[in-house]
């Protein structure tokens, strides 16, 4: 078996002939050929052995070379850097070398970055496909000829939350909604197979799980063979006006609702026999039908006379006084459901008085009251919880195994837990002059004061890495996170932090990156094949990378010997050409350059440059030959890559149902799709040549050249409304122009890229809508003047009464021993009459006030204080122990008004409704919803509610669940419409004896807009 001489590796290396140079693990220059030494302007002695920050000067702010080699160690990865070179600025390509038998890096091979080639014009043409497709406002997808996906843009990624292509089904017809994705799915089929363009209205799921209607089309892209290669497809957002006209009518539906609700259970009776001629049909239905009209209550609703109410109708009718009951429990049999309801009722029985003053009748009046005192028993529970948890969450902060500490927001430290006395031996920052800073290592100042001045000015999250003195002297890494918390302003209130010790963690990553090798075979690091040749031309030497790219053996010695079967792997085209060009270059002595195709392991051929240089002796003589083959395959390939993207682009923009244009720097028109020239009539030279005014109307053209020519000369994001001529009818159309520069690495706008959308339709359905907006202004001003005549009209007679039974008070005299308990009575009940009339115009007024109010940012342990506050009475006669927690979700957006009638009506029910053997106990918090969004949660010890018996009518107005204290039956109604006006949603879950949860979920500020529109 012939040997081959080994390889000297340091001539190899300098044989090279592009610039190459090898730094060790500690960034020392190792090594460095001619051709880098020529490229640095430095001899090699000048090079070899001096530190890398010496002998290759960084250039701009950045990682120093430690910190690269790292880096380098680390991610095994290339980078480019910048460096200061003898011709300017020049880009550095660093390419990590491990050794051979472990993971440790052993040298950093250094060259200049590759020019750019057609690459960059490829990627440039799919960054314009993938910019225009990120940027139009639809969700856009791609998918092979057979259907099957192969892109979607990050707007269909982000709507559908879906992992893209990545998952296990990731066809686009997997978020349809399941009514429509059978006939979705087969038209779909249809369409693959006839190669037809598609098109459908669907509902898309969202990533919250909510559907939405989508106009979603696809064409088919065709390869120049008239093959169908590809299909692009859309969806554009339509749900906005499928669903408008619902919202309406539910708008109407609501003011219809309130216009019939009542109150109160309420019922005339006239005679002495007490004759029904009107009963409320939330009585009715609370007796299952029993109370009916032309009947006497004595016939038909025996409770009447059972629990004593006869006698209160006959005294009423009989001394022509109105009599008052707080709070009284009453039993209804309900006779469809044989249920039984006991509930505490404020009964009102006012004599009803002809025209000549003649008691006629009897007004009966009930209001549930029994919320009110289960509301008073929970607030009062609720204010001890708060007391107590206060106190918890301390104790669990100075707990925990770390340092905690808040900051003003202008960085000043106000508040250290214990452990910070612990570990730096200072208990306090307070006094003795010290700063916190003293405690940082001094290396270590300048970068955290940037990194904390950079997150106040962008107000968000602060994290940093920092070595801190401990009482020992000795310096130890922690890991500083600190969080900034605004208040109801959205002003910066308060910075809260921890450090958190990482020492051990920093120094097993320094002895990982101390154990590194420093050397390793440095020629088989170079990304190129190596060869030599002797004076008569013949192979003698092939690197380890021709081996691995041809899949010869190594030890075979036919590859070198006589028969060269290393020419084998060359094309058969190509190796006579090789073989001339290599016995040329022996003639005449000079270097060589040429391309040739090589065969890979697995049988397909790449081009290579093939470049070779000769040693000279001393007489001139060729003594041997040194070279490198490096793969341009993709040179190639990227040619018609090029190609193809273009088409791509242009077809994508000719495909979509908008106006797109792309502008040069300069605001030049460069491009117009086909749907702009057809739209328009103007072709790119016409629009070129005299512009784009003449499409605006006289009045709005001046405006429209001026903002696109001012964003351009700015470099901001355009966005323009005006109306644009079509050429088929001369008809002048509103449209929405957007665009966006693309820049290039250097932030220098390499071009424009904009749509113009029709929206035309949208600007007549606005007008539809402002006009229907003024009608519901209209009805609400209807409203209101309702609510003003109904509380007026029944103020009236009320204050007639009142006047009459305190003339008769004066004037009168009773021998009755109980006259003064029933002129109490009657007095309550005047007082209670107004109550309600003033409850039935708050909750109107509460309804109207969701048209109007706009959200804001609410802090909800502020507000939750100030109803506590408002009910602390309540609390305090109950004893009840109240406890928030809102660390998880401190504030949101609500109309601040509402989410106050929210909170009071929870919690002075939770109060009021208590349980009669314990002290309420209320808890309030907050948390974050999986799918997103808000729930805040209200959790009571109290009585409970029967859901199985009351669930249908819980949220119903003036239902009432228990009879024991008094109240109107609108806190829980009211709460129900506030929540779902906000786009919210009310649950509760209760179990009788032990307590009550209603948990309000709350959408993201910006889904719970779109839902109360």
Same mark, same amino acid.
């Given at each position: 078996?012939?040997?081959?001489?080994?390889?000297?590796?340091?001539?190899?290396?300098?044989?090279?002939?592009?610039?190459?140079?090898?730094?060790?693990?500690?960034?020392?220059?190792?090594?460095?050929?001619?051709?880098?030494?020529?490229?640095?302007?430095?001899?090699?002695?000048?090079?070899?052995?001096?530190?890398?920050?010496?002998?290759?000067?960084?250039a701009?702010?950045?990682?120093?070379w430690?910190?690269?080699?790292?880096?380098?160690?680390?991610?095994?990865?290339?980078?480019?850097?910048?460096?200061?070179?003898?011709?300017?600025?020049q880009?550095?390509?660093?390419?990590?070398?491990?050794?051979?038998?472990a993971?440790?890096?052993?040298?950093?091979?250094?060259?200049?970055?590759?020019?750019?080639?057609?690459a960059?014009?490829?990627?440039?043409?799919?960054?314009?496909?993938?910019?225009?497709?990120?940027?139009?406002?639809q969700?856009?997808?791609?998918?092979?000829?057979?259907?099957?996906?192969?892109?979607?843009?990050?707007?269909?990624?982000?709507?559908?939350?879906?992992?893209?292509?990545?998952?296990?089904?990731?066809a686009?017809?997997?978020?349809?909604?399941?009514?429509?994705?059978?006939?979705?799915?087969?038209?779909?089929?249809?369409?693959?197979?006839?190669?037809?363009?598609?098109?459908?209205?669907?509902?898309?799921?969202?990533?919250?799980g909510?559907?939405?209607?989508?106009l979603?089309?696809?064409?088919?892209?065709?390869?120049?063979?008239?093959?169908?290669?590809?299909?692009?497809?859309?969806?554009?957002?339509?749900?906005?006006?499928?669903?408008?006209?619902?919202?309406?009518?539910?708008?109407?539906?609501?003011?219809?609702?309130?216009?019939?609700?009542?109150?109160?259970?309420?019922?005339?009776?006239?005679?002495?026999?007490?004759?029904?001629s009107?009963?409320?049909?939330?009585f009715?239905?609370?007796?299952g039908?029993?109370l009916?009209?032309?009947?006497?209550?004595?016939?038909?609703?025996?409770?009447?006379?059972?629990?004593?109410?006869?006698?209160?109708?006959?005294?009423?009718?009989?001394s022509?006084?109105?009599?008052?009951?707080?709070?009284?429990?009453?039993?209804?049999?309900?006779?469809?459901?044989?249920?039984?309801?006991?509930?505490?009722?404020?009964?009102?029985?006012?004599?009803?008085?002809?025209?000549?003053g003649?008691?006629?009748?009897?007004?009966?009046?009930?209001i549930?009251?029994?919320?009110?005192?289960q509301?008073?028993?929970?607030s009062?529970?609720?204010?001890?919880?708060?007391?107590?948890?206060?106190?918890?969450?301390?104790?669990?902060?100075?707990?925990?195994?770390?340092?905690?500490?808040?900051?003003?927001?202008?960085?000043?430290?106000?508040?250290v837990?214990?452990?910070?006395?612990h570990?730096?031996?200072?208990?306090?920052?307070?006094?003795?002059?010290?700063?916190?800073?003293?405690?940082?290592?001094?290396?270590d100042?300048?970068?955290?004061?940037?990194?904390f001045?950079?997150?106040?000015?962008?107000?968000?999250?602060?994290?940093?890495?920092?070595?801190?003195?401990?009482?020992?002297?000795h310096?130890?890494?922690?890991?500083?996170?600190?969080?900034?918390?605004?208040?109801?302003?959205?002003?910066?209130?308060?910075?809260?932090?921890?450090?958190?010790?990482?020492?051990?963690?920093?120094?097993?990553?320094?002895?990982?990156?101390?154990?590194?090798?420093?050397?390793?075979?440095?020629?088989?690091?170079?990304?190129?094949?190596?060869?030599?040749?002797?004076?008569?031309?013949?192979?003698?030497?092939?690197?380890?990378?021709?081996?691995?790219?041809t899949?010869?053996?190594?030890?075979?010695?036919?590859?070198?010997?006589?028969?060269?079967?290393?020419?084998?792997?060359?094309?058969?085209?190509?190796?006579?050409?090789?073989?001339?060009?290599?016995?040329?270059?022996?003639?005449?002595?000079?270097?060589?350059?040429?391309?040739?195709?090589? =065969?890979?392991? #697995? @049988?397909? &051929?790449? %081009? +290579? !440059?093939?470049?070779?240089? /000769?040693?000279?002796?001393? *007489? $001139?003589?060729v003594?041997?030959?040194?070279?490198?083959?490096?793969?341009?395959?993709?040179?190639y390939?990227?040619?018609?890559?090029?190609r193809?993207?273009?088409?791509?682009?242009?077809?994508l923009?000719?495909?979509?149902?908008?106006?797109?244009?792309?502008?040069?720097?300069?605001?030049?028109?460069?491009?117009?799709?086909?749907?702009?020239?057809?739209?328009?009539?103007?072709?790119?030279?016409?629009?070129?040549?005299?512009?784009?005014?003449?499409?605006?109307?006289?009045?709005?053209?001046?405006?429209?050249?001026?903002?696109?020519?001012?964003?351009?000369?700015?470099?901001?994001?355009?966005?323009?409304?005006?109306?644009?001529? =079509?050429?088929? #009818? @001369?008809? &002048?159309? %509103? +449209? !929405?122009?957007?665009?966006? /520069?693309?820049?290039?690495? *250097? $932030?220098?706008?390499?071009?424009?890229?904009?749509?113009?959308t029709?929206?035309?339709?949208?600007?007549?359905?606005?007008?539809?809508?402002?006009?229907?907006?003024?009608?519901?202004?209209?009805?609400?001003?209807?409203?209101?003047?309702?609510?003003?005549?109904?509380?007026?009209?029944?103020?009236?007679?009320?204050?007639?009464?009142?006047?009459?039974?305190?003339?008769?008070?004066?004037?009168?005299?009773?021998?009755?021993?109980?006259?003064p308990?029933?002129?109490?009575?009657?007095?309550?009940?005047?007082?209670?009459?107004?109550?309600?009339?003033?409850?039935?115009?708050?909750?109107?007024?509460?309804?109207?006030?969701?048209?109007?109010?706009?959200?804001?940012?609410?802090?909800?342990?502020? !507000?939750?204080?100030?109803?506590?506050?408002?009910?602390?009475?309540?609390?305090?006669?109950?004893?009840?122990?109240?406890?928030?927690?809102?660390?998880?979700?401190?504030?949101?957006?609500?109309?601040?008004?509402?989410?106050?009638?929210?909170?009071?009506?929870?919690?002075?029910?939770?109060?009021?409704?208590?349980?009669?053997?314990?002290?309420?106990?209320?808890?309030?918090?907050?948390?974050?919803?999986?799918?997103?969004?808000?729930?805040?949660?209200?959790?009571?010890?109290?009585?409970?509610?029967?859901?199985?018996r009351?669930?249908?009518?819980?949220?119903?107005?003036?239902?009432?669940?228990?009879?024991?204290?008094?109240?109107?039956?609108?806190?829980?109604?009211?709460?129900?419409?506030?929540?779902?006006?906000?786009?919210?949603?009310?649950?509760?879950?209760?179990?009788?004896?032990?307590?009550?949860?209603?948990?309000?979920?709350?959408?993201?500020a910006?889904?719970?807009?779109?839902?109360?529109?």
């Open positions: 078996m012939l040997s081959s001489p080994a390889p000297d590796f340091g001539l190899l290396f300098d044989a090279l002939p592009t610039p190459h140079l090898a730094l060790t693990a500690d960034h020392t220059v190792a090594a460095a050929n001619a051709a880098m030494c020529q490229w640095l302007g430095r001899p090699v002695a000048a090079l070899v052995g001096t530190d890398a920050a010496t002998a290759l000067p960084l701009g702010p950045g990682p120093d430690q910190e690269l080699l790292r880096a380098l160690g680390q991610h095994r990865r290339e980078l480019t850097v910048q460096l200061h070179t003898p011709a300017g600025l880009a550095l390509l660093l390419r990590p070398v491990p050794a051979e038998a993971a440790e890096l052993r040298y950093v091979l250094a060259l200049p970055a590759p020019p750019p080639t057609a960059a014009g490829v990627r440039r043409q799919q960054e314009q496909f993938r910019f225009l497709s990120e940027f139009i406002p969700l856009v997808w791609t998918t092979n000829a057979q259907g099957q996906p192969d892109y979607f843009n990050q707007r269909w990624l982000d709507y559908t939350g879906l992992p893209g292509l990545s998952a296990p089904d990731p686009w017809t997997t978020a349809l909604h399941p009514t429509d994705a059978p006939a979705a799915a087969q038209r779909w089929q249809l369409a693959l197979a006839g190669a037809e363009p598609y098109r459908a209205e669907l509902r898309l799921r969202a990533h919250d909510r559907y939405r209607w989508f979603v089309q696809a064409l088919p892209l065709r390869s120049a063979q008239g093959r169908v290669s590809q299909w692009l497809g859309t969806c554009t957002d339509i749900d906005d006006a499928k669903r408008v006209q619902q919202r309406l009518l539910a708008k109407d539906r609501q003011l219809q609702q309130i216009l019939g609700e009542v109150p109160a259970y309420v019922a005339t009776l006239f005679g002495t026999e007490h004759i029904c009107f009963v409320t049909p939330n009715q239905a609370l007796l039908g029993r009916r009209v032309g009947w006497s209550v004595r016939e038909t609703v025996a409770e009447f006379q059972e629990q004593g109410l006869l006698d209160l109708l006959d005294e009423a009718y009989r022509g006084r109105t009599l008052t009951q707080p709070a009284r429990l009453l039993d209804w049999l309900n006779a469809v459901t044989g249920q039984h309801t006991r509930r505490y009722y404020d009964l009102t029985l006012q004599p009803l008085l002809t025209e000549q003649l008691v006629q009748g009897v007004l009966f009046f009930a549930d009251a029994t919320e009110r005192v509301a008073q028993q929970r009062e529970r609720l204010a001890a919880a708060g007391r107590r948890r206060n106190e918890q969450v301390r104790s669990m902060t100075e707990a925990l195994p770390l340092i905690s500490f808040s900051q003003a927001p202008s960085g000043r430290i106000v508040y837990s214990p452990q910070w006395g570990y730096t031996g200072v208990p306090t920052l307070a006094g003795r002059g010290r700063d916190w800073r003293s405690f940082v290592h001094p290396d100042l300048a970068p955290v004061a940037t990194s001045a950079r997150a106040r000015r962008a107000r968000t999250p602060w994290t940093t890495q920092l070595r801190l003195r401990r009482h020992d002297g310096y130890c890494w922690h890991l500083v996170r600190s969080l900034p918390v605004f208040d109801a302003q959205d002003r910066l209130s308060r910075w809260y932090g921890s450090l958190t010790d990482v020492h051990e963690q920093q120094e097993l990553h320094e002895r990982l990156r101390r154990s590194e090798e420093r050397f390793r075979f440095l020629t088989q690091s170079v990304p190129h094949i190596i060869w030599t040749a002797d004076a008569a031309g013949r192979l003698d030497y092939l690197s380890p990378q021709w081996f691995r790219l899949g010869q053996n190594p030890q075979d010695p036919a590859v070198l010997g006589p028969e060269a079967g290393w020419q084998l792997a060359l094309h058969p085209s190509d190796a006579a050409a090789t073989r001339a060009r290599l016995l040329t270059a022996l003639q005449t002595r000079r270097s060589f350059m040429m391309e040739a195709r090589l =065969r890979r392991r #697995d @049988g397909q &051929y790449r %081009w +290579h !440059l093939v470049h070779g240089v /000769p040693e000279l002796g001393p *007489d $001139g003589e003594l041997r030959f040194f070279g490198s083959n490096t793969d341009i395959h993709e040179q390939e990227l040619q018609a890559e090029l193809r993207s273009e088409v791509e682009f242009r077809f923009a000719d495909s979509i149902p908008q106006l797109v244009w792309t502008l040069e720097p300069d605001g030049t028109p460069s491009f117009l799709n086909e749907e702009w020239q057809k739209y328009t009539g103007l072709t790119l030279p016409e629009v070129q040549q005299h512009g784009w005014g003449t499409l605006v109307p006289e009045p709005e053209r001046a405006l429209a050249e001026r903002t696109l020519g001012d964003n351009v000369r700015l470099g901001r994001v355009h966005e323009h409304e005006n109306r644009l001529r =079509r050429a088929a #009818d @001369g008809q &002048y159309r %509103w +449209h !929405l122009h957007r665009a966006r /520069p693309m820049r290039d690495a *250097d $932030g220098r706008i390499v071009r424009w890229f904009g749509t113009s029709d929206i035309d339709d949208y600007k007549r359905f606005q007008h539809e809508v402002e006009a229907r907006n003024a009608e519901l202004v209209r009805i609400n001003q209807d409203l209101d003047n309702f609510v003003y005549t109904a509380s007026h009209d029944l103020r009236q007679p009320i204050d007639n009464m009142g006047g009459i039974f305190h003339e008769l008070v004066r004037s009168a005299r009773f021998d009755d021993p109980e006259a308990a029933l002129v109490t009575m009657f007095e309550h009940s005047l007082e209670q009459i107004y109550t309600t009339i003033q409850e039935l115009s708050a909750l109107v007024q509460a309804q109207k006030h969701n048209l109007t109010a706009a959200p804001e940012q609410v802090r909800l342990e502020r !507000l939750t204080q100030e109803v506590l506050h408002s009910i602390g009475e309540q609390i305090r006669n109950t004893g009840a122990v109240v406890e928030t927690d809102f660390a998880e979700v401190p504030a949101v957006e609500f109309i601040r008004p509402n989410l106050q009638s929210v909170l009071y009506n929870l919690l002075s029910n939770a109060v009021k409704y208590r349980a009669p053997d314990r002290p309420p106990r209320i808890r309030v918090w907050t948390q974050r919803l999986p799918a997103g969004g808000t729930q805040l949660t209200v959790q009571d010890n109290g009585l409970g509610i029967d859901l199985a009351h669930g249908k009518d819980l949220f119903q107005l003036f239902r009432r669940f228990h009879d024991h204290v008094p109240g109107s039956g609108t806190g829980l109604y009211l709460v129900q419409r506030l929540v779902q006006a906000h786009g919210g949603q009310l649950e509760v879950e209760s179990q009788v004896g032990e307590g009550t949860t209603f948990r309000v979920k709350l959408p993201n910006e889904n719970g807009a779109a839902r109360a529109e």
